[in-house]
């Protein structure tokens, strides 16, 4: 942050910060060995500060990446006309995990697909913004900088009254405004897996800051081709979207996985009918496949006619025999990701990979060229965190929000992850990683 | 108004139940604690038979150990305080944030009680926070009917536990009649018979604290 300086008065309040995070809740859930453990997420007051002209620029980026991938999405379940072109090879779309073919011809409530959109970007030392990864059937993490916000500015009012900080407590009427746009009349819900699900905090606490009902698979029922919510008394409420924090596989079992227990029977076939908006759509994991990321840029350029605002990691697709050859003589500076893992899993450095280790992993990589990519490392901006009163350089990303209702709307905040392991790129919460606000100027 | 389901209607019932539990189990064993500290060691036994769990304690200083903290102990004030806290913390979007971080710091402190030296100040808090936990509940839940149910689980806990502490009779009719008049009020389905029966059970000269006990449990 440059530099708002150490002067600031929050610093001083980062463990009281962080008790109050630990009084109202704010956890997340992980299993080590099968058992299920509540922990918090811990809190470095130190925010990520982006300036107004900065965060501008990425506004018009990630919208425009945002409307790209809808339109992807939309086009993959109808025309196809991006393979009849082929811009993208027809593989990478049906042979990732993410195509569902149950959504062939499924038109979703208002034809938005990506109503909720998570960004990971990173900022190099270079000062480029470049984009990570696209999360668009869960994305989960705006609870926690929103909260944040609120205790830091209880335990310092004097920071966010000397400094121009666009307030980011707005997120759950931007959320809500989404949830309205699509609703096809009746109640909203917020539909979760459950208390042991790694982001049940941030279910509860959306659905307390945007009105919405919290609700289980058990509670919601379909019957005349719509969907009902049951309360106590035997009455049954009309419900209009579902905010949905389940993943695709597990939301209806009738379509998808039948062992579920978890899913609401039928509800799909509703949502086909369009008696109930889901958000996001079934099958928007056809989008967000690292495989397919390396193709954005293309689909910006393809549907929208404008080139790509921001930019991807250099990444290397081995499918192709010139990237294939680029990545075996380049393998120990790049980074290799397994398309189908997800939070952090599935990611070697070739650097750091004994010989063995990677004459497994090249000869892997030979037989199932489509299941990796390869990315340059990203010589990361570092950003100071707060250890024992020092501050100490570590790497971060930041996860952006854009919601796509009437029009997009980027929220003027987002999830700064980061690692207090000095070596380590690896962010996510299950790993170890910590949080930090993101603050975005007003002027 | 909102709308309950019949799993909230459960939790919201259940939270009232736990955390009344909590609040006059601390509340008994604080003064058996008094007692055990110079006067009778082993007056575990009688609190035991009087709270109607069974001794599985070797010492005092098991009973200490285990009926405070122990999470294996179903018994235990933690295992109560925890299942308080499991229901509370699905129901955030029915109580809100606020109330529900009072259940949480109530955790916090018995668990400091854990390593404290005078566990007593930190129940202490305990039951402040519980205090605090009904206040706010009282006061910031909007939806009436959310409200009802968890006085009516906290009404029916506390009619069961004075039944089996045999209390003064006045104390019992007290609480019996704010039962008969919040069970209604929730739009639950209850036994209205069996309402009747316990007041007539509360009101009888002598109290036969064993009907009172089966009585209230077949209310709702």
Redo the contacts between chains.
Sequence with gaps: MENMGMDLDLYDHTDTVNELL????VKFGIYKNQVFKEQLFPFDAIPRVIKKNEFDFLEKGLKQRVMALNLFIKDIYSEKKIIRDKVIPEEFVYAGGGYLAECENVMPSKGIYSHISGIDLVQGKNGEWYILEDNLRVPSGASYPMIARDLCRRSSPRTFHDHHIVDNRDYAQLLRKTMDFVNTGG?SVILTP??FNAA?FEH??L??KTG?????G??LIVENDHLY?????G?K?KVGVVYRRISDEYLDPMTFNHESVIGIPHIFDIFRKGNVALMNAPGNGVADDKGIYYFVPKMVKYYLGEEPILQNAPTYLPYYPEDMKYVLEHFDTLVMKDVAEAGGYGVVFGSSMTKKEKEDFITLLKAEPRRFIAQEVIDFMDIDIMEKGEMLPRKADLRAFVLMGEEPMVWHSGLTRFSRNPDSFIVNSSQGGEFKDTWVLSQ | MGIISVEQTDRLYWLGRYSERVYTTIRIFSSHYDTMIDEIEESYGEYCTKMDIPNIYTSSEDFLKKYCYDEEDPNSLISNLMRAYDNAIVLREEIGSETLSYIQLAVYALNRAKVSEAPLIEMQKVLDDILAFWGIADDSISDENVRNIIKVGKRIERIDLFGRLHIDREDMLREVHRLVGRVPRTQMKYNKLGLERLNLLAEAPQLDYYGIVCQVEDII
Excluded: Q
């Design positions: 630990a009084r109202y809740g109640h459950g208390r049940y509860s606490y659905a307390e919405a009902h919290l609700v289980n058990s509670e919510y049951m309360d106590y008394t009455k409420e």
